[in-house]
């Protein structure tokens, strides 16, 4: 299996679930990629048809509860097409 990568990335951000795209535009690193899930536990994503593991850390707050929460990675899949390059 794929090794964790700790410190890969340290980047607190902001998230709103129905609209990630929104939220990711001051992120360089992501404004190639589309969130795909998100999830607790680490994830796989696929960058240039290798599998990497990114570590986040991610908040965001669940709109119908208005409760917090703290997410340790974000599963992030190249789009079909490259987007400004």
């Known amino acids: 299996m794929i090794e ?10 902001s998230l709103q679930p129905q609209a990630p795209h ?11 990629y589309q969130v ?27 709109l119908f509860s208005g409760q917090s929460h703290q997410l340790c990675s974000v599963t992030v899949k190249k789009p079909a097409s490259p987007v400004g390059f």
Do not use: H, W
């Open 4 to 13: 964790q990568s700790p410190g890969a990335f340290t980047n607190a951000f």
């Open 22 to 32: 929104r939220d990711f535009d001051d992120f360089r690193i992501l404004q190639q």
């Open 36 to 62: 795909v899930s998100l999830s607790r536990k680490l994830m796989a994503c696929c960058i240039n048809q290798v599998e990497q593991i990114i570590i986040f850390s991610v908040s965001y707050r669940q």
